[in-house]
């Protein structure tokens, strides 16, 4: 039987401020609490209106949420960062579970930019004998309630065995390249079907448990900060007119002159039209302040191609960054500096 176990959603807090919470959200239900105007009716908000207004105490959603260790492996941050992602609700806690069928499936965690998606669910089996092999999939589909739909490319799956081992209960992910087009908040619902078993080369597995475990998460916008550069720089060997360099604190987009990334076209012998990259604006890092080096080791791009005249080339960090420190963009494998102003 489908059911969401609302006693179980605020695992990571001590019992009264459970309990407290639980009777909070009670009452926001039946009308007897008000919502504070002209804020989001998030979690996040209801949480911290129910702490001060109940007990009296001013609490961060920093000492309420806590990040989940696969969250920290896909986006790795200090633990100050990962306050500072929660605050400004880059990085949030999703307290979703639903069960059904003899499956529970429990929202983790979302993390989000303007210009990527992540979602990080738990599927457990209630058979503790299942096992949830390599190859195995959750089918599902998404409803974006009428609006656009916010992604210009989407993956999911279910974590590599190598990162977690193979039991009743594994972590999933979504991931999501998010397009320019919609900048407006909307919420997506997410409706999971069946739990399949791996299949043979392109074919689907068969279906182990079908159901419907439906979850309800918020798409939004988080701004980059926007450095207009409009100098050239020598990019091996060719002159590049870097027009702006886009950062959040775990995404970045690169904007150059489309007759610039033409000539490293040819340099490279490559066709950008066919979805090639060019190997010397790879960018490798950034430089703070201080002079020391945050190098990548997993870039990841997101997407890459002409839009407007220009070349715009848009990843994926594989660790946070601190924007207010960044001075330079490291490009190419000789990490040459496009400094920003």
Known sequence: MKNRNWSSEFPEVP??????VLSTLEELNCGKVKRVKHMKKRTIVILAAALVAILGTTVSATEIFNWNERATE???AEEEQQ?????????????????????????????????????????????????????????????YQGKENPFSMLGCGFVDENRQKVSNSRYYEIFGTKTDTNKEDLNMTIQFTSLDAPGEKALEGTKILEGSWEF???????????????KEYQV???????????????SVKL???????????????????????????????VKYNDGSIIEEDGF?????????GNYEKTARFSRVINVEKVIALLVGENKEEIELP
């Open 83 to 143: 306050k500072e992602l929660v605050m400004d609700q880059i990085a949030q806690e999703e307290y979703q579970t639903v069960s059904d069928s003899g499956l529970t499936i429990r929202a983790v965690q979302t993390i989000q930019d303007i210009n990527c998606f992540y979602a990080l669910f738990e599927i457990t089996a209630e058979n503790e004998e299942m096992q949830i092999v390599p190859g195995s999939n959750m089918s599902f589909s998404i409803d």
């Open 216 to 230: 309800s998460l918020n798409v939004h916008t988080v701004d980059a900060v926007c450095f207009e550069v409009n």
């Open 15 to 20: 019992e009264f401020v459970h309990q407290t």
């Open 300 to 308: 990841q791009e997101l997407s890459v191609g002409f839009e407007n």
């Open 255 to 285: 904007i150059c002159d489309e007759s610039s990334a033409r000539e490293l076209e040819k340099l490279e012998g490559i066709n950008i039209d066919q979805a090639d990259s060019l190997r010397s604006l790879f960018i490798n890092g």
């Open 74 to 76: 896909v986006f790795e």
């Open 236 to 250: 091996a060997g060719c002159n590049v007119m870097v027009k702006a360099v886009e950062l959040t604190p775990i």
